[in-house]
């Protein structure tokens, strides 16, 4: 039962435009969102969160944007950038008292120059 | 100020063999979760420690265990090693983990292979 998706295994986009990646979730006690970057041979890197008050959370060049109604969340990135290329993880977590992530099955970004 | 960090970096196992990884949280950190990620998959939640009791578990059977030390480091311990034990596995620490909003940092990982 995968209760966080990322039906899209990859991305490719050019430096400077915007980079969208796409996640949906099925479990509705979920109440906080993240993005996790990850490199080859590294951990994932937290990058951007966002809790289920909120329908929008920027950092930087990187925006979150929460829609409940729908259960989808979405990460973007403008402008993009080369190093930007990475698996990016969506993750979820219920308000349990403790967080205990459950990821999706990430996005593989490129961008080219 | 040093990160995650996990060791051995790599491993390889044969089938009914035991293994421990060993993980060191970050500076200041008193909260370290496992996670498990298999090939083309995101992390799975093993379990999480705090205050050297394991505080929740996830899908996982007992033969994965752990332990947390009062340097707050902490071991996984895999039993009866199962070809579909090959992953990588993660370590990730956390300053609050009693708060679900709380941001956990992860290390670099352990890949096991087992054959």
């Known amino acids: 039962d995968q209760q966080v998706k990322q039906n899209s295994p990859s991305l490719s986009v050019q430096e400077g435009r915007i980079s969208i990646l796409n996640c949906d979730y099925t479990n509705s006690m979920f109440d906080y969102f993240l993005w996790y970057k990850k490199y080859p041979a590294e951990g994932p890197t937290f990058l951007i969160s966002i809790s289920s008050i909120k329908d929008k959370n920027e950092d930087g060049r990187f925006t979150v944007f929460l829609n409940k109604s729908a259960k989808h969340l979405s990460l973007h990135i403008v402008p993009s950038q080369p190093g930007d290329s990475a698996v990016y993880f969506c993750a979820a977590s219920e308000d349990t008292g403790f967080q205990k992530l459950v990821f999706g099955t990430g996005t593989r970004l490129l961008v080219s120059p | 100020d040093a990160g995650v960090t996990q060791s051995p970096t790599h491993l390889i196992k044969t089938r009914g063999q035991q293994v421990t990884l060993r993980c060191s949280p970050k500076?200041?950190?008193?909260?370290v979760s496992w996670y498990q990620q298999a090939l083309g998959q995101g992390p799975q939640f093993i379990f999480q420690y705090y205050e050297e009791e394991e505080r929740q578990r996830g899908n996982f059977p007992d033969r994965f265990s752990g332990h947390q030390f009062p340097n707050y480091s902490s071991e996984l311990n895999v039993n009866a090693l199962l070809l579909g034990d090959s992953a990588l596995y993660l370590c990730a620490s956390s300053l609050n983990g009693h708060l679900s909003t709380d941001t956990q940092y992860f290390g670099p990982g352990t890949r096991l292979t087992v054959l």
């Open positions: 500076s200041g950190h008193d909260t």
